[in-house]
């Protein structure tokens, strides 16, 4: 006689079932088990990836896995990072380093991480060889960098000296960056539309860097302050001055970090007004009478300035202060009217000292110059007549037919440059409407509704 449901396997043997059931067992709670176990290593260590990912920007060969995890599309990145291989690289600029003497750069590098920014003397320059489309250069280099960041990983950051007065492009003193240490293209683009506004503008482009032989990655290329600066401007040779800013680093250097109770109210704001002024090139200037003449007269108009004897419409050339003020607020770039990067050229003609602009990592604006909270800049802006000039400029370069006229002129080397970074960094785009959006917030404080 059958039993109703036999046929379905109801009448299993139950000894095989308690069988299949310690099977599954053995294979469910271990596994379930286990997968507690990673879910708590992972919430317990859930910076892991982040931090990794984020130490990746700092080394050749991994920028690519931060610019895709952050971008804001993805698919674009990912297309980008596989298009790589196969599109146009920037002119190579290969960086030729004894062993030994590259020792002592790692020796510094290292060193330098300690600490929150890295201190720099002449004594830190080595020599090195410098090849670009098959000339030979001889050069000292050292690292550089205000910031540790210019120097975490491997992806360093470099001040070049050439010597014999060779030049790369037009120039014997360089730095080489990582495009990302001023904002990728925002640099490259502050410095066209300085220029375009008749303002003194460094040379600015990128390039593909080899260390012994080694590709670090795409790296900008930036001039540093000299003689050629200003003959490539169309002015005539004066002293480039500043405020000497060691005393300014060597304090962070001292402290490990920002203290305010040392600090007081912005007390490091105010740090100019004790700073020395210094010039680049001091050596050369005070070999001469004559360039000891000018320096001190550039140094002379700073100080008076600064302890406010003279309007700033008496020490700078008004016009040009104040074009370059309204760039700066177009391009979000206030880091560079900030007193430790401002830098002054000394015209003879006019006598009056000119902006040179330099690291303005522009971006979004939250304030424009004439509000700043910052007391050296504050100081412009009690002359009347640099701040007429100031509000026309304003009007001038906040207009929406000028921005897309910058844009438009610009747009075929940007797509070029735009390409190089992205061999890089696949995820980076250059964002046009960050112009535009700052540009809109001039005219709202220039028409309120």
């Given at each position: 006689m059958k039993i109703k449901g036999e046929q379905n396997g109801a009448g299993k043997n139950p000894t095989e079932k308690g069988k299949f059931l310690k099977v599954i067992g053995r294979l469910v709670v271990p596994g379930a088990i286990g997968a507690a176990f990673l879910a708590g290593i992972l919430v317990q260590k859930k910076n892991l990836v982040g931090d990794y990912v984020f130490d990746s920007q700092f080394h050749s060969g991994r920028t690519?896995?931060?610019?895709?995890?952050?971008?804001q599309d993805t698919g674009a990145a990912i297309k980008n990072w596989l298009a790589a291989p196969f599109r146009d690289r920037p002119p190579a600029v290969y960086?030729?380093?004894?062993?030994?003497?590259?020792?002592?750069?790692?020796?510094?590098?290292?060193?330098?991480?300690?600490?929150?920014?890295?201190?720099?003397?002449?004594?830190?320059?080595?020599?090195a060889q410098l090849e670009y489309k098959g000339r030979m250069m001889r050069a000292d280099i050292r690292l550089k960098?205000?910031?540790?960041?210019?120097?975490?990983?491997?992806?360093w950051s470099y001040?070049?000296?050439?010597?014999?007065?060779?030049?790369?492009?037009?120039?014997?003193?360089?730095?080489?960056?990582?495009?990302?240490?001023?904002?990728?293209?925002?640099?490259?683009?502050?410095?066209?539309?300085?220029?375009?506004?008749?303002?003194?503008?460094?040379?600015?482009?990128?390039?593909?860097?080899?260390?012994?032989?080694?590709?670090?990655?795409i790296y900008a290329f930036e001039e540093h302050f000299g003689k050629r600066l200003i003959?490539?401007?169309?002015?005539?040779?004066?002293?480039i001055v500043k405020f000497d800013e060691s005393d300014f680093w060597q304090q962070f250097s001292d402290l490990g970090k920002w203290?305010?109770?040392?600090?007081?109210?912005?007390?490091?704001?105010?740090?100019?007004?004790?700073?020395l002024i210094d010039s680049f090139g001091t050596t050369r200037l005070m070999a001469t009478p004559e360039g000891r003449e000018a320096f001190a007269k550039a140094a002379t108009l700073l100080e008076a300035f600064r302890s406010e004897?003279?309007?700033?419409?008496?020490?700078?050339?008004?016009?040009?202060?104040?074009?370059?003020?309204?760039?700066?607020?177009?391009?979000?770039?206030?880091?560079?009217?900030?007193?430790?990067?401002?830098?002054?050229?000394?015209?003879?003609?006019?006598?009056?000292?000119?902006?040179?602009?330099?690291?303005g990592n522009g971006g979004p604006t939250s304030y424009l110059s004439y509000a700043s909270k910052f007391p050296f800049t504050k100081l412009f802006f009690k002359d009347a007549?640099?701040?007429?000039?100031?509000?026309?400029?304003?009007?001038?370069?906040?207009?929406?037919?000028?921005?897309?006229?910058?844009?438009?002129?610009?747009?075929?080397?940007?797509?070029?440059?735009?390409?190089?970074?992205?061999?890089?960094?696949?995820?980076?785009?250059?964002?046009?409407?960050?112009?535009?959006?700052?540009?809109?917030?001039?005219?709202?404080?220039?028409?309120?509704?």
């Open positions: 690519a896995l931060p610019s895709v995890w952050y971008a960086v030729h380093i004894k062993h030994k003497n590259f020792q002592k750069l790692k020796f510094k590098q290292a060193q330098a991480m300690e600490g929150p920014v890295m201190m720099t003397s002449p004594a830190d320059f080595v020599p960098g205000d910031w540790t960041e210019h120097i975490h990983g491997n992806k001040r070049v000296k050439l010597k014999d007065e060779a030049t790369l492009h037009g120039t014997r003193v360089f730095s080489l960056h990582a495009p990302r240490h001023r904002n990728h293209l925002m640099e490259w683009l502050l410095h066209a539309a300085l220029r375009r506004e008749g303002l003194i503008a460094l040379r600015y482009r990128f390039h593909e860097l080899f260390v012994n032989g080694e590709s670090f990655g003959e490539n401007n169309g002015r005539r040779e004066g002293p203290k305010e109770h040392f600090y007081g109210d912005g007390r490091s704001h105010m740090d100019f007004q004790s700073s004897d003279l309007p700033a419409s008496k020490v700078f050339d008004a016009q040009q202060m104040a074009a370059y003020f309204a760039v700066v607020d177009l391009f979000g770039a206030w880091h560079a009217a900030r007193w430790h990067n401002c830098r002054f050229y000394l015209n003879p003609i006019s006598g009056k000292l000119e902006p040179v602009a330099f690291d007549q640099l701040a007429r000039h100031y509000t026309a400029s304003l009007e001038k370069i906040s207009k929406v037919e000028y921005v897309e006229a910058l844009l438009q002129d610009i747009a075929p080397e940007l797509s070029t440059n735009e390409s190089y970074i992205q061999l890089d960094e696949p995820g980076y785009t250059f964002e046009p409407d960050v112009l535009r959006e700052n540009a809109r917030l001039i005219r709202e404080v220039l028409q309120p509704h």
